[in-house]
């Protein structure tokens, strides 16, 4: 097992196939092959969010991805941003999330503070 950091593409797509073939392989946790596994998905990691770093999401799209996954609708979400007509003026984008709103959006639907603080795109 010969294991060095990822410097180019070429190690990337490498490394790659091979921790797809351990994946396969399910290999237990402590043995050779899982702790090879564990080991470049590390490096993955870590080359991913170097090359390729993600952007934060919209607040306003992450409320609507919830309420989606969870098949809420707008008289739902009276209970975290309050009145209906308040419910869309937020997700249409013509007012701002209050820090009471972020709060309870946060803590009723787990919706990650950073995200709701977060500028609207």
């Known amino acids: 097992m010969e294991i060095r950091p990822l410097h180019s593409e070429v190690d ?3 490394t790659l196939v091979r921790v797809s073939a351990l994946v396969d392989m399910d290999p237990e ?3 050779p092959d899982g702790d090879e596994l564990e080991i470049l998905s590390i490096l993955v990691e870590r080359y991913e969010a170097e090359h390729f770093p993600m952007e934060r999401p ?3 799209e992450a409320i609507r ?9 707008v ?3 009276a209970e975290y941003i309050g009145p209906k007509h308040r419910v869309y003026e937020i997700l249409n984008g013509r007012r701002h999330l ?3 709103m972020i709060r309870r959006l ?8 950073s995200v709701l603080i977060g500028e609207a795109v």
């Open 29 to 31: 946790v402590g043995t």
């Open 75 to 77: 008289q739902d979400m």
């Open 106 to 113: 946060h803590q009723g639907l787990n919706i990650p503070a």
């Open 12 to 14: 990337y797509e490498a």
């Open 98 to 100: 209050t820090l009471p």
């Open 65 to 73: 991805f919830r309420m989606e996954q969870a098949g809420l609708g």
């Open 58 to 60: 919209d607040p306003i």
